[in-house]
């Protein structure tokens, strides 16, 4: 996403995004954003995403994927270099974001929750988070929907600049046939001729020393 969009929400296409916020604004008191600094601060995240968790799911077991990376996220924040923030809302913490700088123009968003009772905070945390704290960053990567057509549907109603496609890749063990698939893959790329390929495979070339991918095949 243009983090430009995700802060002005201008536009016919993002109306209910403003008219959600609005009335948020006006339901709620004293909402404001802070970025997380402290132990204490981790601490408010880790009891609204056990609220969150617990409010869906009864055991640890039904919990979704992202319960186990939130806590390990959580418990090496620092060292990890993330950056987050939370939201309060009526003299109370009703949200938090995290994410990490992946390059100088794109901040990745890697989790996103509130309280239960706060479920119309998402749009507010994400509006503020990127209009306080990511301004500097041109597109917002806020990842895949894992699969889930309501998250998907959630994700495109902010109107994605682009989408990245996403594949499976496996090892072969195939020797002969990877080294000519790498030698046309290298001839493709940078255009060489047959005798300096050639003569890179047969005196450079190293196959433990090289992984290659495929897809579709």
Known sequence: YKSEN????????????????????????????????SKEDLDICRNIALSWFEDKFETVEEKPADYMPLEKALRYFYDLQYIGAILY??????????????????????????????????????????????????????????GSLALRKAKLSYNPDFLVNKYKAKVRKDSVRKTVLLKNLWKDIFGDDDKTVNSFFENVYKEDLCFSFEVDS
């Open 89 to 146: 809302a009526d003299g109370q913490a009703v949200a938090f974001t995290i994410g990490e700088e992946i390059s100088r123009d794109m901040f990745d968003v890697h989790f996103e929750k509130t309280l239960p009772e706060y479920k119309d905070a998402y749009p507010v945390i994400n509006n503020q988070f990127v209009k306080q704290c990511l301004s500097k960053y041109k597109y917002i990567n806020r990842e895949d929907d894992t």
């Open 6 to 37: 995700l802060i002005e929400l201008a536009g016919r296409k993002y109306h209910q995004k403003r008219n959600h916020i609005s009335k948020f604004m006006k339901t709620h008191t004293d909402v404001f954003l802070k970025e997380i600094d």
